[in-house]
C-alpha cells in the first residue's frame, strides 16, 4: 500500500511548495518508496489533525503517521533499510543534521524576504488571511515593509550560499559522488524560491545553478514538474 504525503499547496493545487516538504518528496524518491500526495493548505488544520500537528509534512504508513521533514527521514532509514539509505553513516547524519539547522537558520530567512510578497499572491483565497496575520505577527511589521529592501538584501543572500560553492566545486553533490539527504535539505529550500519567485535568486553564472539542475532532474524529473514561478 503506497504511502500518504500531506503536502503544502498553492492556490493550483500543483503548486507544491514547501521546503520542507521537498526534503521529503526527495527523501521518499531516493529509497524508491511509493507515496500518494493530498494537497494541503495552512487553513486545512482538520484534515492532518489526527497527527497532532497543525503543519505538514506529514506521512502517514499504514499505521503509523510521522511529522516534520528531519524526523521522516530518520523514520525511513529506519523502518526501510533494505532501500537506499538517506545516511550512509553516524557521520552523514551529522553533516546532514548541521545542514538542516543551517539551512533553516541562514538560507530561509533571506529567501523568504525576497519570496513573500509573490508567495502570498499564489496562495488560496482562504489561507491569505491566515499568512498575512501570522507571518506579520513573527516579522513584527507589514509583509510589504519586510519586503521594502529585498533587492538590496538579495547580494548577502547569495553571499550565505558560499560554503555549497565550495563544497561543490569538489564534488557532484554536497553528499560527495551522489546525492543524500544533505542534498535534499539544501534543494528543498532553492526550490521553495524556485516556484514561489518570478525572479532567480540565483545569479545565471552561478554554480549552484548546474547542481540544481542535477537535483531537478533526479527521479525523472520529479521536482522539475512544478515550473519554476520565472519561466
Given amino acids: 500500500m503506497a504511502m500518504t504525503l500531506y503536502e503544502l499547496a498553492a492556490a493550483d493545487s500543483s503548486i507544491l511548495f514547501s ?27 482538520e484534515a492532518i489533525a489526527f497527527s497532532e500537528q497543525g503543519t505538514v ?4 504508513d499504514g499505521q503509523h503517521h510521522v511529522s516534520d521533514s ?3 527521514a530518520l523514520y525511513l532509514d529506519e523502518h ?4 537506499s539509505h538517506l545516511f550512509d553513516s553516524p557521520q552523514a547524519r551529522s ?8 539551512a533553516n537558520r541562514t538560507l530561509h530567512p533571506g529567501i523568504t524576504k525576497q519570496i513573500i510578497l509573490p508567495l502570498f499572491a499564489m496562495l488560496d483565497e482562504g489561507d491569505k488571511d491566515y499568512f498575512r496575520s501570522s507571518r506579520e505577527q513573527r516579522l513584527g511589521m507589514t ?6 529592501d529585498a533587492e538590496a538584501a538579495l547580494p548577502a543572500l547569495r553571499a550565505a550560499m558560499a560554503p555549497l560553492r565550495t563544497v561543490l566545486a569538489a564534488q557532484p553533490y554536497l553528499a560527495g559522488d551522489a546525492p543524500a539527504y544533505g542534498d535534499y535539505i539544501v534543494f528543498g ?10 525572479k532567480d535568486i540565483l545569479a545565471a553564472d552561478d554554480p ?21 514561478r520565472a519561466a
Fill in 70 to 72: 528531519w524526523t521522516i
Fill in 189 to 198: 529550500s532553492l526550490q521553495w524560491a524556485r516556484v514561489s519567485c518570478p
Fill in 57 to 60: 509534512p506529514v506521512l502517514v
Fill in 19 to 45: 521546503p520542507h516538504c521537498w526534503r521529503t518528496r526527495m527523501a521518499l524518491a531516493h529509497k524508491g518508496l511509493e507515496v500518494e500526495t493530498r494537497p494541503w493548505r495552512f487553513t486545512d488544520k
Fill in 143 to 148: 509583509l510589504e515593509d519586510f519586503a521594502a
Fill in 95 to 102: 553533516y546532514a543534521r548541521f545542514l538542516n539547522d543551517w
Fill in 208 to 228: 549552484l545553478v548546474e547542481w540544481r539542475q542535477r537535483m531537478l532532474d533526479l527521479y525523472e524529473g520529479l521536482a522539475s514538474a512544478v515550473p519554476a
Fill in 80 to 83: 526501510y533499510p533494505g532501500s
